[in-house]
T-cell receptor, first 113, second 116 residues
Framework: DGGITQSPKYLFRKEGQNVTLSCEQN?????MYWYRQDPGQGLRLIYY???????QKGDIAEGYSVSREKKESFPLTVTSAQKNPTAFYLC????????????FGSGTRLTVV | AQKVTQAQTEISVVEKEDVTLDCVYE???????LFWYKQPPSGELVFLIR??????QNEISGRYSWNFQKSTSSFNFTITASQVVDSAVYFC?????????????FGKGTTLSVSS
């Protein structure tokens, strides 16, 4: 079955460490997205990519980095520069275009310990 | 700037009650799309509906219905005869066109609790 796989489901990070969250899709979607969800804040866009080897900053890109070397994969690195990384991270993909909804992964919950 | 407002943070109802979730949006675009998503406790967002700015017809799908009113920039969602399984966080979203593509901006969500 086609879908989006995010791993790991839970991730613990020590302060000062970089961590990478995985997002893989087999839907043949061109566009991929990363959102951060905090309680009461809804979903905020971190980065998005419409095609391979190209990506754009969203509203809260500081302290994060991404790569898009393959169409299927869009990993997110949470760097030590991100001051408050504890959150729920959601990856999504879609067919390029304004009128298509997203397919979401099941999320990664990151906790700084 | 584009914005989506879901003024109701939490709603609690008893089974079989009808409930309406409000969504108000702001956009300068003449063509845009609106969406509703459901987030059950498992965390994954589930797509419910898409509506484009030129289609103001209301839509009904089973116990769900949506009322799109361009004049008031609202896209409200009604659940009829609510059930415990409807308990979730519901998000309204608006498509936003960027120079390098499009992305969805989300409201802060409404947490719906349905008790038996």
């Amino acid at each position: 079955d086609g879908g989006i796989t995010q791993s790991p489901k839970y991730l613990f990070r020590k302060e000062g460490q970089n961590v990478t969250l995985s997002c893989e899709q087999n839907l043949n979607h061109d566009a991929m997205y990363w959102y951060r969800q905090d309680p009461g804040q809804g979903l905020r866009l971190i980065y998005y990519s419409q095609i391979v080897n190209d990506f754009q900053k969203g509203d809260i890109a500081e302290g994060y980095s991404v790569s898009r070397e393959k169409k299927e994969s869009f990993p997110l690195t949470v760097t030590s520069a991100q001051k408050n990384p504890t959150a729920f991270y959601l990856c999504a993909s879609s067919i390029s275009g304004q009128d298509y909804g997203y397919t979401f992964g099941s999320g990664t919950r990151l906790t700084v310990v | 700037a584009q914005k989506v407002t879901q003024a109701q943070t939490e709603i609690s109802v008893v089974e079989k009650e009808d409930v309406t979730l409000d969504c108000v949006y702001e956009t300068r675009d003449t063509t845009y799309y609106l969406f509703w998503y459901k987030q059950p406790p498992s965390g994954e967002l589930v797509f419910l509906i898409r509506r484009n700015s030129f289609d103001e017809q209301n839509e009904i799908s089973g116990r769900y219905s949506w009322n799109f009113q361009k004049s008031t920039s609202s896209f409200n969602f009604t659940i009829t005869a609510s059930q415990v399984v409807d308990s979730a966080v519901y998000f309204c979203a608006l498509s936003e066109v960027h120079q390098a593509g499009t992305a969805l901006i989300f409201g802060k969500g409404t947490t719906l609790s349905v008790s038996s």
